[in-house]
């Protein structure tokens, strides 16, 4: 218990107070306050357990780059695991637990991973459970995954929404710090469009800790508060606050994520909880500040232990001390800042720790004024406490040889601010494939060179004065506009002030590890989030691991939920060290989005469940529904499979109907075929071109079925085309090669002969169409259609006319799939429904049925044509008994390659038919092999690509691809083979035409 | 990834499909020898850098386009018309990206 | 005429749904139900030819660029890419004039009356519900009043034409068109919509 609440101070409003619980205790806070600042002020130090040793950690930040202090936040469907309680802000009723640990946080039994902790050093995975010992992986698996790890997901589904939606702007601004705003007015100003992000719900960035600093005259958050008013006042200019870009994608695609309702405890109704943004944009502001980074020492995870500037911000903005005595462990300027301002806001600070030796005048006459001890030519060497710190150990230190001395002290203090230095935030510039350059001064890594739009300006970019930021961020914003084509005027210049202890951004001293010259060898934390310690980075160049990235992935630094934002810097310097090398000669990785974690709801907007993705309905759609059909996707058209009466089951349906069409009369909605308009002057010498059959001598008035290959010689579809005028044809194509034929014409067009004067348009969705099928087709259609003789002389096979069905338009076509006498009726799509209804009214008569797509599967099947399932892009027009098909009186696609060798040998697999010899139902998938028994079924020879139950026969049967085809196996027994779902049974090798072989029952 | 379509400007890289290697050209309709068609349909050079490719603008004006794009740095160059309406386009002049793709 | 039915008859039911605020539900969305959707093609070098024929009957200029379109009271003309248009008219007997003046060797004509559903979607929040499917700048700098656009949402392909600076007309393929009316009308909600009686 060491944190509380200031009795002034912060951005807080302590008007508004707050009700909350943490793994179920109840709280208090303010309005203003984040998770994190609410349970410290509560006296809470302790957040959750570490993943891999479950040891008690804090907080250790103030921002998004925290590694700790990850819980679950809300319950049940709407639980977030993994959720940093540094950026949650607070709300009434908020709800959130610990995670990692068990029975609870402050009992963690697992907490013996602490002890045992010398076996999951790094590449403790690979070393115990690859090789021989791989087996072991199955049985340990479910205790170490449960043992190591962080929050779970919920099961339940989340019950609010998410939402995606896209952005276009000039420029946009990442971060609206100083650099940020004064980027944002620059670019706003000489009328750009722009976008000013920011991932928290206040702009203002490092501005909001600062009380003493001035811009213009103006007290540096009054500069804030104008600035976003003369923002909010230009036209142009959108301030997305809780917004966080992640990702920098190719040409200027960033993705954003805006917390809109995050901060409430249910979305207001119809609103998002999360909206996920793509920006794509003519250039980028990348003002994304930096991030405090850790010194390395033994204990440096115990809670109470945190980043210096993080200690400030909380008393700063939510007027919460961290603890009651404060040590300050600094090798740069900056952390004296923090130490003053807790000492001025009541905090006791029982020393600065300072490894430099001389320490600038202007610092030391603040500390001295303060009264403040200050340690220099120190470093820490240790951290104490259990759940909380108790005593930092100090040790003499000697900046020119970089050596600790023997000597001890042990100060009491439950807190410990830390800054190692500052890293700039470059994720988003390193994501967008410029190479990092590593800057001396501050030792870290800065964007390099830029190879996509933007410009990177202030903290992120290495500057860290207030004036350099202002500057810089003004530029990087006029540039950025002029970019995007806006000229500004002149550059903005900024009268600063800042105290003359803000200290200087060039005074680091680079220390990165502490170590002891004797004592105890504690654990050295690098990754807090993945527990990777010094001795991992060590241990892996010993064993050879000395690039960059097999150091991140043998030790797993950087690779946790915080993508290494605190450890990254320290993980190289150590590398370096071992390797006796210099950081930018070891390099460092390249981050890939997203720059914090986004939540998959995020992504996935609204595409779950009932809008997963589009369908396709019928004209007819709805009047099948009606009917009680059982509606199934192909592709994406629903289509009715079969139209079930009461007390039947699928099977009982599609016989019952498959045996009416052979009876008397059916009919199936087609409207789903793929239809091509061709028109133009050389459009049967196009057709002719495309299709493997002949198409000059087709007149008008009629249909003619024709195969479609790939350049490789493989068929690609097939289907009718109907000649309507001299230079006008419908082409039908197989619904799910609609679209693909389509864009296989429009190629040819546009590559091979642009001089052919045709034109493609789809006009699938133009026509309803019916395929009325059986004995009494002819005889029902006569009944509507009046103007038309429908007669084997009026229409023959093949033929297509024009005609009145009732009152409706239609085009009649004399085609068959079923084997059938049969009709196709074509109207427009918007007469769809009507063309149905009239036919299912006139149909009572001659006892007419509606099928479905198991019918119209098991009628083709049964008269051996070919689909989707044979047509499965290995076979050929000849494989599948089409040979006949093939001109060779002319060139067309794909004939050089058909007629290669390998295509045209006699034991390649080939259509045939199959009957079950048992009655068993066949599975399509199954092999076709020749062994006896399921235990030695031999080598596959084949397998089975359309099965059915034949009405017309009384049996099962099946098309099938068969090595050699009928005329190597005809009447041979082999066996189907279905190994995964279960089934050895005997078939009998026939024709792929099981049913009216010679074809006289259409042409009747 | 945006694609500059030279009818309807610059799109995302959603709305359109891949067509193959544009620098590749078919065989005369009357080719008999099955080498040249297996060079035209089965070989493809992979250059590190530079390709010219073949789109299709399936999400827009379903317009055939030749791009350049060079695949290492993931830079995307002008893109011209392939077909009948090949000659430049109004909508030319107005894609951004012009620069050459090494 | 009672035969004809419309791809939305039976979805887009008046009404007003979604988030209610104050200053009233955000856009208003009809079915639009044209009499005639009809493509037309040039050949590259009938271009002109078939565009003065189009000028004259129409009673409008046809925009040099593709992505514009003209509007007279014969009907609205837009130019979907060098040489192919897209006429959308109320008048249904416009394919078979049409169809008399223009020979193959100007031009063919592709009768779409039936292959797309139409929705006008207008209000001070139409271009943010289709911003969250289609990926194009809205911006009235960037889409004028008359431009036109081909592109997706939510996976299904639309034609977009923007009427004035808070209206646009959408041509969807009809298969679609349920589909794309509940992801449409959804992405409505938090704005609050009021679906009109089409004409």
């Not at chain 1, 409003?13 to 208090?28: A, E, M, Q, V």
């Not at chain 1, 009461?646 to 199936?668: H, I, K």
């Not at chain 1, 087609?670 to 059959?693: C, H, M, W």
């Not at chain 1, 059986?774 to 009026?794: F, H, M, N, T, Y």
Request: proline letters at 5%.
């Amino acid at each position: 218990m060491s944190g509380y609440r200031l009795e002034n101070g912060g951005l807080i409003d302590r008007s508004k107070r707050l009700n909350f619980t943490f793994d179920g205790k109840r709280y208090g806070g303010f309005s203003g306050d984040t998770l994190a600042s609410a349970l410290l002020a509560n006296g809470v130090s302790l957040f959750g357990r570490s993943f891999k040793y479950h040891r008690p950690r804090g907080v250790y930040s103030a921002g998004p780059e925290e590694p700790n202090a990850l819980v679950t936040l809300r319950s049940g469907g709407r639980s977030e695991p993994n959720t940093k309680a540094t950026v949650i802000e607070l709300y009434e009723g908020l709800q959130a637990s610990s995670q990692n640990r068990w029975p609870n946080l402050q009992y963690d039994l697992l907490s013996i991973n602490q002890i045992g902790g010398s076996m999951l050093v790094a590449g403790f995975y690979y070393k115990t459970f690859m090789g021989p010992t791989r087996k072991a992986w199955m049985l340990y698996e479910h205790f170490i995954r449960k043992a190591a790890g962080l929050g779970a997901a919920s099961k339940e589904a989340d019950p609010d929404r998410h939402e995606k939606s896209n952005l276009f702007c000039d420029v946009l601004v990442v971060g609206a710090g100083p650099a940020g705003l004064a980027a944002a007015l620059a670019a706003g100003r000489a009328g750009a469009r722009v976008v000013l992000a920011d991932e928290n719900a206040q702009a203002g960035g490092a501005l909001l800790s600062e009380q003493e600093e001035t811009i213009d005259g103006l007290p540096a958050q009054d500069w804030v508060a104008q600035s976003l008013a003369e923002l909010a006042a230009l036209p142009d200019v959108s301030i997305m606050p809780r917004t966080t870009v992640y990702g920098y994608y190719d040409h200027n695609v960033l993705g954003a994520v805006e917390r809109v309702a995050d901060h409430l405890a249910t979305p207001n109704a119809h609103q998002a909880r999360q909206k996920h943004w793509t920006i794509r944009c003519a250039s980028v502001v990348l003002a994304t500040g930096a991030i405090e980074r850790p010194i390395v020492f033994d204990g440096n995870d115990k809670p109470g232990v945190m980043l210096a500037d993080s200690a400030r911000r909380f008393a700063q903005r939510q007027g919460v001390a961290v603890g009651r005595q404060v040590v300050v462990f600094t090798n740069n300027d900056s952390a004296y800042r923090a130490a003053l301002d807790l000492k001025d806001a009541g905090v006791e600070i029982a020393a600065i720790v300072d490894p430099r030796g001389d320490i600038s005048s202007p610092l030391k006459d603040a500390v001295q004024k303060r009264g403040i001890r200050l340690l220099a030519s120190h470093v820490v060497t240790g951290a104490k406490g259990s759940k909380s710190l108790k005593t930092v150990e100090i040790a003499p230190f000697d900046p020119e040889n970089q050596t600790v001395g023997e000597s001890r002290e042990w100060i009491a203090a439950d807190s410990l601010a830390v800054s190692g230095g500052w890293t700039p935030t470059i994720h988003l510039a390193s994501q967008a494939g410029g190479k990092p350059v590593f800057n001396a001064e501050i030792a870290s890594f800065v964007p390099g060179e830029a190879l996509q739009n933007w410009h990177a300006a202030g903290a992120c970019n290495g500057d860290f004065a207030l004036e350099d930021c202002l500057s810089a961020g003004a530029n990087a914003g006029a540039v950025a506009a002029r970019d995007a084509g806006f000229a500004s005027g002149t550059t903005d210049v900024f009268d600063v002030t800042v105290p003359a202890h803000a200290g200087s951004g060039s005074s680091l001293y680079p220390l990165w590890e502490i170590t002891r010259p004797n004592g105890p060898k504690g654990k050295k934390f690098v990754d807090l989030q993945h527990d990777v310690t010094a001795e991992d980075v060590r241990l892996a160049q010993r064993e050879g691991f000395e690039s960059v990235e097999h150091l991140k992935r043998y030790t797993t630094l950087g690779m946790a939920a915080d993508q290494g934002k605190t450890s990254n810097v320290n993980g190289l310097a150590l590398m370096a060290a071992a390797l006796e090398r210099s950081i930018p000669e070891v390099g460092t990785t390249r981050f890939r989005p997203p720059y914090t974690p986004v939540a998959l709801g995020a992504l996935a907007g609204r595409e779950t469940g009932f809008h997963i993705s589009p369908v396709r309905r019928t004209p007819m759609h709805d009047l099948h529904v009606k009917a009680g059909a059982d509606m199934l996707t192909a592709g994406q058209w629903m289509r009715p499979q079969v139209y079930r009466k009461s007390g039947e089951d699928v099977f009982d349906a599609y016989v019952r109907e498959a045996r009416t069409v052979r009876e008397g009369v059916g009919m199936v909605d087609v409207s789903t075929l793929g239809k091509i308009d061709v028109q133009g002057p050389d459009a049967q010498e196009f057709l002719n071109r495309v299709y493997s059959n002949g198409f000059k001598s087709l007149p008008v008035g009629k249909a003619r079925y024709g195969l479609m290959l790939r350049e490789d010689g493989c068929l690609f579809d097939d289907g009718t085309t109907w000649c309507l005028g001299e230079t006008q044809y419908l082409m039908t194509t197989t619904t799910a090669n609609a679209a693909g034929v389509l864009s296989h014409l429009e190629f040819l067009l546009a590559t091979v002969w642009p001089e052919m004067r045709v034109q493609v348009t789809s006009v699938t969705e133009q026509w309803a169409g019916v395929a009325v099928a059986g004995p009494k087709s002819r005889a029902l259609l006569q009944s509507v259609i009046k103007d038309l003789d429908l007669s084997d002389e009026g229409v023959p096979f093949m033929g297509v006319y024009p005609a009145t069905l009732e009152d409706i338009p239609v085009l009649v076509a004399r085609l068959s799939f079923s084997g059938e006498l049969a009709y196709e009726v074509y109207a427009g799509s918007n007469y769809g429904a009507a063309l149905w209804e009239k036919l299912i009214l006139a149909g009572e008569a001659f006892g007419l049925v509606p099928y479905g797509t198991e019918a119209l599967g098991t009628l083709r099947i049964e008269k051996g044509h070919v689909a989707g399932p044979e047509l499965d892009g290995r076979t050929t027009a000849r494989d599948l008994g089409l040979g006949g098909m093939t001109s060779s009186k002319k060139h067309y696609i794909g004939r050089p390659l058909m007629e290669r060798e390998a295509l045209n040998e006699d034991n390649r697999q080939r259509l045939v038919g199959v009957i079950s010899s048992n009655g068993t139902p066949l599975s399509a998938g199954s092999h076709l092999v020749e062994g006896k028994t399921a235990e030695q079924p031999g080598r596959s020879l084949g397998h089975v690509s359309s099965t059915t139950y034949s009405p017309a026969i009384d049996k099962f049967i099946a098309l099938a691809l068969l090595e050699g085809g009928l005329e190597t196996n005809a009447e041979r027994i082999l066996y189907a083979a279905d190994p995964l779902r279960g089934g050895h049974d005997p078939v009998e090798v026939v024709s792929p035409c099981f049913f009216d072989k010679d074809g006289s029952r259409m042409h009747v | 990834m945006r694609i500059p379509c030279p009818i309807c400007g610059e799109r995302d890289v959603g709305e359109f499909t891949y067509g193959g290697d544009a620098t590749v050209a078919r065989p005369a309709m009357d080719e008999t020898d099955p080498a040249v068609w297996n060079r035209f349909v089965y070989d493809r050079e992979n250059p590190r850098g530079a390709h010219l490719e073949f789109w299709q603008h399936t999400g827009g004006c379903r317009a055939w386009i030749k791009l350049r794009r060079n695949v290492l740095t993931h830079q995307v160059g002008a893109s011209e018309l392939v077909g009948p309406w090949s000659k430049p386009s109004e909508k030319d002049a107005q894609t951004k990206r012009q620069e050459p793709v090494e | 005429m009672s035969s004809l039915v419309y791809a939305l008859a039976e979805t887009a039911r008046p009404g007003v749904y979604g988030a209610s605020r104050a200053e009233g539900p955000g856009l208003e969305l009809l079915e639009l139900r044209p009499a005639t959707m009809l493509q037309l093609g040039a050949w590259p070098d009938t271009k002109g030819a078939l565009e003065a024929i189009l000028s004259d009957h129409l009673k409008l200029e046809v925009p040099v660029t593709p992505g514009q379109a003209a509007v007279s009271p014969e009907g609205t003309l837009m130019v979907m890419a060098p040489g192919r248009y897209l006429l959308v008219s109320d008048n249904g007997d416009i394919t078979q004039s049409l169809l008399e003046k223009i020979a193959v060797e100007t031009g063919v004509l592709t009768d779409l009356s039936h292959a797309r559903a139409g929705i006008r979607i207008s209000g001070r929040n139409a271009a943010d519900v289709l911003l969250k499917g289609v990926v194009i700048d809205l911006d009235i700098r960037a889409f004028t009043v008359g431009s036109v656009a081909q592109s997706s949402f939510h996976h299904v392909g639309l034609t977009l034409h923007r009427k004035d600076e808070t209206t646009f007309d959408l041509f969807v393929f009809r298969g679609f068109a349920v589909s794309f009316w509940e992801a449409l009308t959804d992405a409505a909600l938090e704005y609050g919509y009021e679906v009109m009686t089409p004409a």
